[in-house]
């Protein structure tokens, strides 16, 4: 089966091989065996039958230089500016890729013993029925499907003449994946999507001007010039179409200049036109020496014609791979031969539908995988894995231009892009903006000029208190639920993102901080005044609180970031927005409950009362009473002094008031921080 297109490929790898070994020996013919403590034998002619070769270790032998040499090849600016620009590919094959599925009635085989390979310099198309496995093995190859306790995956997968895991975060980084749902940020613009994938990814070589040049390229190639500044859209906001949002989704991919490309239904929603022009962006890529793998549903007769390779897959087993050329001669020979002015992809899924495994197997479909590879090269770490990618980022680069770009360009064009999408955002933003204010006029006339009302008479103390209470409240809440529920909707985009090496989870984490800081900041400024002066403020001139206005904002703001703290851990927790507003009363209630207002500290259960430690609104509400009734609890003239009861009543002493900053800012610290780690052992461990 597909026996051309099979020794082209093998004699790829063997000049690979030989390319290899050329640097090992000087002789050019040696040949090389992984010994077990990692090093390398080195077998030449005249020594394979010595009893004892000569071994080496991997840097004597210099393993990557050629890689390295290769990676460093688009150094001229118009290499740079050219999205198509000639780079050095990555072969990917594979052998006994197998899924197991555990189920009730027993195990189930989702991939079975599949086997191929991506040449570089050529498109590979993956078809087959609807559940052959197609996504399956995608997500296997990717390293974005791994074992679970219901589900067993086994493969041995090969770059090149390396053995590689896939789930190592190294090495999905430097496959681009386009997934089948378009994770955009949908207030990005398509070119803003595809400047953002090349600042962030390409070497910090590459020039603004190059940047903008090879976006415009691309848009063009896609088809996306006339919707080039038009938001991408969402649910929110109407933006470009579906079809275009998924030719940005491979453009973003694709600007990277990636050696290695994924992707699961490129052309699914596009009409005819438009899925030839992604398939021939697709081949331009391939023939600047990339490898391109992607699945494909019922594909046109042109766009089958023009792929190289095929895997046809069955029930998940492979039925066909091979040339797209010999699939007729193939098909023919196994006793099913094309109709004429028939689309030959139609014509093999038909096939593929119409006929039972065990029959299709008797016409002889579904051949093992009988070749016969060179063993491959189980790297001793990382670095070797990627230096044989031709990766250039590591610190025995000598060229800082040739590394991936700092950590401080991260954050920067994260805030960036957050601040735009802030700025964009209009109904989310303005939403949460508008309610602020309805809530402070709502709180404001209802406890109207409470705050100057008398010190003595209980009921209006009460109310007094109460209002204040409630600003606290609203401000807390009101900052911290948006958060909460954003963070797992923006989850898909970061996660693309993160695991196609745009930025670190540390970067992603200090720009939301930052535009976090700022939002919060503006909105509890329009709670507690519209806008600077005071004069036109809201609910706390309304209410007219004694404490000084600054002061008391200051208090509201290390409130609101603690509170948003917690929210962003709950948030980094949960995967999808749903399940955060189940969340919702976690967030809250505790905070309410342990906030020594409804029920003193000192009474709660003595193993409960710790809980109040983690409570951000306790110290909140501690540092709000001192600055509302304090000095009034220090006026000996005031009789009987509720001021002093009131402070009393809530365990709240003047002498602590530094400890109360300090349990406030340390909460900030301490969830964030814990939302840190927890968004990254998420991130580097599943997709
Ligand atoms: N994690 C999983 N847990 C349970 N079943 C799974 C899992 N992943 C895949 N499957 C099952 O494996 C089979 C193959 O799924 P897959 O999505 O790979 O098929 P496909 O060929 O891409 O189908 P389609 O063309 O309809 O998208 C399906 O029956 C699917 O339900």
Known sequence: MA??????FLSYLQNAEDTTTESYSSNGTSKHNIVENGSVQILSPDEEDADA????????????????????????????????????????????????????????????????????GEITAIMGPSGAGKSSLLNVLAGR????????????????????????????????FVAQDDSLSFTATPREAIRFSAKLRLPRITTDNEIEELADRMLAELGLKDCAD????????????????????V?????????????????????SFSAMQVIKVLKKIAHAGCSVLFTIHQPSSDVFNSFDRLILLNKGMVMYQGPVSEVPEYFARHNHPMPPMFNPADWIMDVANQYSQEQLMKEGFFCKDERNMPPAIVPSGNDELLDSLGVSRHDDISEDEWKHVGFETEVRLLFKRELIHTSRNKKGVGARFALTMFMSLLIGNIFFGVGGSSMTDPSEFNSHFGAMIMVLMMSMFGTAMPTLLSFPEERPVFLREYSTNHYGVVAYFMSRLANEAVITFLQILVCLSALLPVLLSIAYPLVDLQSNFLHFLAIEYALAMSSTALAVLLGCAVEDPTMATEFLPLLFVPQLLFAGFFVRTDLIPPWLRWAQYLCALTYGVRLALLAEFGDCANDDSIFPNLCAELLDANDVKESETSLYWGVLWTLFFVFRLAGLTLLRKKSTKFY
């Not at 026996?3 to 082209?8: A, I, L, P, T, V």
């Not at 290769?70 to 006994?96: D, Q």
């Not at 038009?230 to 989704?249: F, N, Q, V, W």
């Not at 973003?252 to 009409?271: A, C, R, Y």
């Open 3 to 8: 026996e051309d297109g099979y020794s082209k």
């Open 53 to 120: 070769p000569t071994t080496y270790t991997r840097s004597e032998l210099n393993i990557s230089s050629r890689r390295k040499q290769l990676s460093r090849r688009a150094s001229t600016t118009e290499e740079r500016r050219n999205p198509f620009a000639e780079r050095e590919g990555n072969a990917l094959i594979w052998r006994n890729v197998n899924m197991t599925l555990s189920t009730k009635q027993g195990e189930k085989k989702l991939l079975n013993d599949v086997w191929g390979e991506v040449p570089p």
């Open 145 to 176: 499907s791994r074992s679970t306790a219901k589900l067993n995956v086994q493969s041995e997968i090969r770059m090149n003449e390396y053995l590689v895991d896939p789930t190592n975060i190294e090495v999905r980084k430097q496959i681009a």
């Open 230 to 249: 038009t938001m991408i859209g969402g649910s929110l906001i109407k933006g470009i179409s579906g079809g275009e949002r998924k030719r940005t989704s």
């Open 251 to 271: 453009g973003v991919e694709l600007v990277t200049k990636p050696s290695l490309v994924f992707l699961d239904e490129p052309t699914s929603g596009l009409d």
